[in-house]
């Protein structure tokens, strides 16, 4: 499916169609339908977290499957753009976490603040 199809395709399911209806009105399988929404939806979760230079915080966030976006309400940040840009930005380590935003951190996590924000090589 391409993008387009992709994006119509999640729209009808949040109408309430059921993978079979999305399927035939693209002439794919209901598999393939259920499997790229499900990808692609867990791909844009994780975007941004395979440039992560917290390998503790990347390993938290992975195996509790939290991602970047949802991080950020974790910590009081507001969900719209500039915010999930502002932490990507700390993420990646293009600017530091702020004092109030570490310790949230650390205290949603349980890692050690000195573990938490080692860099990774």
Request: glycine residues 8%; proline residues 3%.
């Amino acid at each position: 499916m391409d993008r387009a199809q992709l994006i119509e395709a999640f729209a009808m399911k949040i109408d309430g169609n059921t993978y079979q209806t999305i399927a035939d009105k693209f002439g794919t399988t209901r598999q393939n339908v259920q499997q790229s929404i499900i990808r692609n939806l867990a791909d844009r979760a994780h975007k941004g977290l395979t440039e992560c230079v917290y390998p503790a915080l990347k390993k938290w966030m992975t195996e509790n499957n939290v991602s970047s976006y949802a991080l950020y309400g974790m910590i009081g940040f507001p969900k719209h753009g500039g915010a999930t840009a502002a932490m990507k930005r700390r993420l990646v380590g293009k600017q530091p976490f702020k004092v109030d935003e570490a310790y949230k951190l650390v205290k949603i996590t349980g890692v050690p603040f000195v573990e938490l924000f080692k860099r990774g090589a």
